[in-house]
Every structure is written in C-alpha cells, then in structure tokens.
C-alpha cells in the first residue's frame, strides 16, 4: 500500500538554493511572502563573494557597468539584464549586499563605478561590491600600498609567490611570505575551510598573528588567503587586524572555497529564523502545473512531500546546478520540461576554437520568459501564470565571459518576486 504525500501550501516554492534562489527568498521575506524553498547544496561554494554585475563586455573589463548595460541592451536586447530598468537593478543589489550584512557578512554597499578586486592567482577583476574582508585589496591594489602576501605551509589553492608574481609589473612594494598555521604546519595538505573554522578560536588568532608579525617587515597592509572564519568573518577579521597592528584583506582561493561556504551556511542557518521555510538537501523531484496553482514534489526519510504553491519560482541554474542537462538530442530543462532556447543542432554549440572572442552558442542557451520573467511555453504564452524563473537559467546571456552572474541572479530574482506580489496581490 502506498502512503498518500504529506501535503503543505505556501504563497511560493522556490526552486533552487543558489544566488538566485536565495535572493528571491529575501525579496519574498521583504514583502511578507510565505515561501519555501528547495534544493541541494546548490553552487554557492563556488563563489567568490564578490558581487558582480556587469565587469567584462567583448573582452574588455567594464569600468561604468551602467553604460555598459545600456550599450549591451543595444547588441543583445533579449540579454535579461538589458530588459530591466535601472532602478530595479540597482535597488536589487544595494537590498541583497544590506540583507547580508543584516545577517553578518557586511559588504562595501556598491557604487556608480566596477572596483578591480584580487584572485589568487595574481589578477584582478572588476566587481561591483565585496566583503568588508576583502575591501583593503582593493584600495592596496589601487593605492600601489606597501603590502605582504602572507600564505601558509600546506595551503591547497592559493600561492604567495604566484600571486606576487603576476602583480609585480604593476604593485610595487608587493612581497610574498611563508609562515606555518597553528598545529598545521607539519608539511601536510591544509585547506582553507579548516584554517578558517581554527581561526574561529581565539587562541588561534593570538598564534597566527604573531607569526604573522614576525614577517611583516616594512609592508603597511597584510593580504591572506580567505581564511578569517567561516562564521563572523567580520569580527574575526577586525581582530585580526587589531592582533597584527596593520590593515588585513582576504583573498579568494580556488573554489569550492571559504567566502562561498560562508554565504552558504549563513543562508542556511540564518534565514529560516526570519520566516523562510527551507527544505536543505531536498531537490524539487517533480513540478505539475494546475489550473490555480504549482505543485512541487520532494522525498525526505519518511516519503513524499507535496508543495502545493500558488506560485513558484525555478532558480535551477545550468548544468552544474542541474536546472539544463545536455541529451543527445539536445538540451532539456529538467524539472518540467520547459523549452530551451538552443542552437539547432550539437555541431553549433561550440566554436572550432575554444578561446574564440565571440564566445559560444550553448552558454546563451536558457528559457525564454516574457516581461514578468514568466517562461514562455512553445506556442509563445506563458507556460503557467505563477510560474516565474530567475538566474542563469534564462537564456540570451553568457554570465561567464560578462562577468555579471550575482548581479543576473539578484536583479531577476528580485523581478519574478516582483511578479509573484503582483499576481498575489501583494
């Protein structure tokens, strides 16, 4: 005999618990929605932390990504981000960089210009916002400070010497040291994460700065890998700084690295506390969509569990998060069976060159959604009325090469809640 589902109602299911997932949670929080979410681990721990808008446009970096929105909706009018006002998109990042503040990672509230922000290996990319923690590299590496990158025996993902390397043309004064962690230094792989839950402690901190002390010589700034704790990164940093006398930043490592991990179980564990019903680890397994409402289907250990939602919003991402697979007739989109704007055949997918300027076809690939970000079925008309998608999952953009993934997934998520209030009368 089989069990019937458990059954819950809620104004909104989201789909997916990446970026966009969780920037339509706080957008639906805002406006008082009663919403669930579900997904596995999603691709957070992939990030950087920084917030990127629109940083890269035909090979070159963006310095004002306004402007640079206004001439990409000129050449790509179906872009997602082309098809929103200003407004929207600018009031979507501030709230979302603010709500994670609120929640404990504070950011530098973004400005009118991209900032160059550091990677690991000794570039730099533009950004339109970033962690308090990392804001210091920024500044140094505008300023030409004086400044020591410190790494640490055994550290997976990240290299002093490398970084300063690559910077030496263009930073002055920039010097690379070696020092051991605290109980860690023994020659053995040491990852990022574990050094930055040790530094939770503060007994750890006390030991790594004075070693950190120890060669700092004439620089005036500190710079590390991404370290400083994975829960209240802001005041472990702040004491950082006050146990090494200098100006500390962070620098991302190679993902899956500590600044994702850090959104990640920030989102986790603090949302929920302000009214978000999250079912973690739990994937969407089915979607039906009713005449006046989305039902959303899950297992967890005791059966099913069926969302019944009035609306919902697919924040699946592409193929890494699962939200597109690739067939050998093509690409599907994988909880409903929505169409997928593709090139027609697998022989146009890619370019003969894998480093072509233009980029290739099957990174634009995505759902196609009218005004409301509502994904259109094949005959052109909404597939639901309450269905609304958001992220990397919609097609006409190439996230990677723009550089402009957080600011994609924060600015459609904060329009398809936009449409769900409408539609809910809200």
Not at 179 to 194: K, Q, S, T
Request: hydrophobic share 45%.
């Amino acid at each position: 005999m089989t069990a019937e589902p458990r059954r819950v109602t809620a104004d909104v299911g989201i789909v997916g618990t990446g970026l966009a997932g969780f920037a339509a949670a706080v957008f639906c929080l805002d406006r008082g929605l009663d919403a669930i979410q579900l997904g596995h681990a999603g691709a957070l721990s992939y990030t950087t932390g920084y917030i990127d808008l629109l940083g890269y446009d035909r090979g070159r970096p963006i310095h004002d990504p306004w402007a640079a929105l206004a001439d990409l909706g000129a050449r790509w009018p179906g872009h997602p981000l082309a098809r929103l006002p200003r407004p929207t998109i600018e009031e979507a990042v501030r709230r979302f960089a603010q709500a994670i503040g609120d929640l404990g990672i504070a950011y530098v509230p973004p400005g009118a210009t991209n900032v160059r922000a550091l990677l690991p290996t000794g570039l730099a990319k533009t950004t339109c916002a970033l962690p308090k923690t990392m804001a210091a590299g920024a500044t140094a590496l505008a300023e030409r400070t004086p400044t020591v990158i410190v790494d640490l025996v055994g550290v997976v993902g990240f290299s002093a010497r490398e970084f300063v390397t690559n910077f030496a043309a263009e930073w002055p004064g920039l010097t690379a040291a070696h020092v051991g962690f605290p109980d860690l230094d023994g020659g053995a792989e040491a990852y990022p994460e574990v050094m930055a839950r040790a530094l939770e402690v503060r007994a750890t901190r006390a030991r790594l700065a004075e070693r950190i002390r120890a060669v700092v010589g004439s620089a005036r700034c500190v710079g590390l890998p991404a370290i400083l704790g994975v829960h209240a990164p802001d005041r472990v940093h702040a004491a950082m700084e006050e146990l090494v006398g200098l100006p500390i930043f962070e620098i991302p490592t190679m993902p899956p690295a500590v600044p994702g991990l850090r959104l990640r179980e920030l989102l986790e564990q603090a949302m929920p506390a302000r009214g978000l019903r999250l079912v973690s680890q739990h994937k969407a397994a089915r979607a039906e969509l009713g005449p006046d409402r989305i039902d959303l289907a899950y297992r967890d250990n005791f059966g099913e569990v069926v969302v019944e939602a009035k609306t919902a919003i697919l924040a699946t991402g592409r193929f890494l998060s699962g939200g597109l697979a690739a067939e050998r007739t093509g690409l599907v989109e994988t909880l409903i069976g929505l169409p997928v704007e593709q090139p027609a055949t697998r022989a146009e997918w890619h370019r003969d060159d894998c480093f072509d300027p233009r980029g290739h076809a099957i990174n634009r690939a995505g759902l196609v959604v009218d005004d409301a970000f509502r994904p259109l079925d094949r005959d052109g008309t909404p597939a639901h009325p309450g269905l609304f998608a958001a992220g990397s999952i919609l097609a006409g953009q190439d996230w990677v090469r723009q550089r402009c993934g957080a600011g994609l997934a924060i600015a459609t998520a904060r329009h398809a809640v936009d449409g769900v209030a409408r539609m809910l009368g809200r």
